[in-house]
């Protein structure tokens, strides 16, 4: 069965400190891949997404993510970050599959930044 | 102002008593999704829709249900609630299955 794994569940960084999440999927076909973001009572937002062609894409508030096929990975970075960037990350893929389109989320990654 | 809005944003209820949370979008997508948020669990979807009157079932569907008689409009519906339905719910759209979904605000539901 298709998944997806975030494999850090709580990270705790200082301000500046760089930040890279780890998201993997299992799932050999096409795919569209996402990161979202969830801040402290509020809903999920995009903050960044890849279809197809340069594999580094970047999205709002400084993050981006690299798509790396080989190793099924869509890892999130942010060089310096904020302590607004406390939120809980989440990356999705979007596969066809079985004559449908699945939509598949990862258990997601609680960042809290330290001011 | 584009937007997916639900109703309530907060349930509490008792095990039985039949529910339904409204979700509706003003933005013409043709795709809708219903999730269910636990901790530790990430976002679980239960129901989806690609078009008026075409649903199909996700992951956790049991004990749900849904209908789409309008684009706009995508009610979960829950007959018989019971206490581990207790979650938040999220409703989502996008103007095609592909594409990134714009979520509505929530909703916290607790059945006792």
């Known amino acids: 069965a298709q998944s997806v794994s975030q494999h850090n569940h709580h990270v705790i960084l200082s301000e500046a400190a760089s930040l890279e999440l780890g998201c993997n999927y299992s799932y050999g076909g096409t795919v569209n891949l996402f990161w979202y973001v969830q801040y402290p009572g509020q809903h999920l937002q995009l903050l960044l997404k890849?279809?197809?062609?340069?594999?580094l894409v970047k999205g709002i508030k400084g993050f981006e993510a690299e798509f790396i096929k080989s190793k099924f990975s869509f890892n999130l970075r942010k060089p310096s970050v904020q302590w607004s960037d406390t939120a809980e990350y989440f990356c999705a893929v979007n596969a066809f599959t079985s004559g449908t389109y699945k939509y598949i989320f990862g258990t997601g990654t609680r960042l809290k930044v330290l001011a | 102002e584009a937007q997916v809005t639900q109703n309530p944003r907060y349930l509490i209820t008792v095990t039985g008593k039949k529910l339904t949370v409204t979700c509706s979008q003003n933005m013409n997508h043709e795709y809708m999704s219903w999730y269910r948020q636990d901790p530790g669990l990430g976002l679980r979807q239960i129901y989806y829709?690609?078009?008026?009157?075409?649903?199909d079932k996700g992951d956790v569907p049991e004990g749900y249900k849904v209908s789409r008689k309008e684009k706009r409009n995508f009610p979960l519906i829950l007959e018989s609630p019971s206490p581990n339905q207790t979650s938040l719910y999220f409703c989502a759209s996008s103007n095609d299955r592909g594409y990134e979904q714009y979520f509505g605000p929530g909703t916290r539901l607790t059945v006792t």
């Open positions: 829709s690609m078009n008026v009157e075409v649903t």
């Open positions: 890849y279809f197809s062609g340069d594999p």
